[in-house]
Nanobody
Framework: QVQFVESGGALVQPGGSLRLSCAAS????????MSWFRQAPGKEREFVAT????????DYADSVKGRFTISRDNAESTVFLQMNSLKPEDTAVYYC????????????????????WGQGTQVTVSS
């Protein structure tokens, strides 16, 4: 049983920065895609960013492009999300997800395509 554990969520002022981490524990797997999603109160879970195994493939939601950066450490089965210039609308629970399957561009943004998930970490952007 693989578990992912997110960390790094916090209360931060608008314009501030946070770095989220998500590490896998348990069975070692080759995670071809690792991604971040988020869910705000009363809203559906939405795609934030994804990264392929080698790091050369990345994709971002338009709402975070230019402000967020996704990266990964394959040796540690860990994915990171550097979030800069945070806005109140970034407030949400952030979840990491991972897939052992290759995902086509259209499916990388669909949370149901992923094999394993974390429990989430709360990010609140407020003054």
């Amino acid at each position: 049983q693989v578990q992912f554990v997110e960390s790094g969520g916090a209360l931060v002022q608008p314009g501030g920065s946070l770095r989220l981490s998500c590490a896998a524990s348990g069975r070692t797997s080759r995670w071809l895609f690792m991604s971040w999603f988020r869910q705000a109160p009363g809203k559906e879970r939405e795609f934030v960013a994804t990264i392929g195994f080698g790091g050369s493939i990345t994709d971002y939601a338009d709402s975070v492009k230019g402000r967020f950066t996704i990266s990964r450490d394959n040796a540690e089965s860990t994915v990171f999300l550097q979030m800069n210039s945070l806005k109140p609308e970034d407030t949400a629970v952030y979840y990491c997800a991972a897939s052992t399957q290759g995902l086509a561009p259209a499916t990388r943004r669909r949370w149901e395509q992923y094999d394993s998930w974390g429990q989430g970490t709360q990010v609140t952007v407020s003054s």
